[in-house]
């Protein structure tokens, strides 16, 4: 019997589509620029910088100076945005090419649709203002956020457990979670939580601190234009023996925002192997998946091996 339920485990894992990372594509091309000056457009290429990299430093970044210096060239052409602001439209592929150039990293333009939570909830007037502040830097980080009226803590006051919160996300669309639990008075020493489906961080400050910190953790170490090349690699995880362990590995790998696509190739009684679409290849992956319940072991033959620890 037990046999056969393995046998129906491997045959259902081979059957399963393991999805890919559920990002947003974010516009980082379009800016809000006021006017067509020299000024006016090197202020909209520092913005565009902080977006395109997720960097706050790369607006003042010696290496991308000539990008500001030049931001005119750079400009494909204008536009009306959604509120009817004036925008300058920059040639995407031409900024990326120069950006690497100078050794500097992108950010994916695809990115975590971040679910905001601010605990206890705001009176109205009160929650207008805190997502007025959260959506202008949001915006200035090249974030996609939404403040949600999500519950976070249950009848005594305690936050629920993180897989219940992430739960709650994805029924909203989201792929992460960011908390902030404080003074619903003053919006200044918040408490903030952001959950992902591979790890959580915590940190405190206002609700400016609360996007920047996000972005920050969630933007990839500065790297060569090389590392930033997405490879196909195959990765084999022991120790997922059940449909609970291969649900369980699915949201690991969902969560590794270097993951691009991930394919099963195999299965058997006791592991997976995937074939991953990642940036930066085996490096990328294993900085990705660092604190995670996958820990690297031993890889022999031309494959990546994890062991999954539950």
Known sequence: MRELLLVAWCALCCALPLASWAGRPV???EVDVEGQSPAALQGAMRQMLVRATGRRE?????????????????VKSYATGPRGES?????GAAVEQAIGASGRSLWDRERPFTLVVLSPPRERAAEASARSELERVAAERGLPISLVPLTVVDAEGNLLPAEAMLRAAERYGGDEILVGRGDAQTDADLQWTLYTRSTSNSWSGSLAAGIDHTVDFLVPQQAS???QTETQVR???????TLADYTA??????????????????????????DVLVRGGAAGLEQGLTGTRLVRAASPGDFIVYRYQP
Do not use: H, M
């Open 27 to 29: 516009r980082v091309y």
């Open 58 to 74: 790369s607006a003042d970044d010696p290496a991308l100076a000539g990008l500001v210096n030049d931001a005119a060239k750079y």
């Open 87 to 91: 925008q300058a439209v920059f040639d």
């Open 225 to 227: 234009a090389v590392a």
């Open 235 to 241: 990765v084999r995880i022991e120790g997922v023996t």
């Open 249 to 274: 590995v699915e949201r690991l790998l969902r969560g590794d925002v270097a993951v691009r696509r991930a394919n099963i190739a195999a299965a058997d009684t006791s592991g997976v192997s995937f």
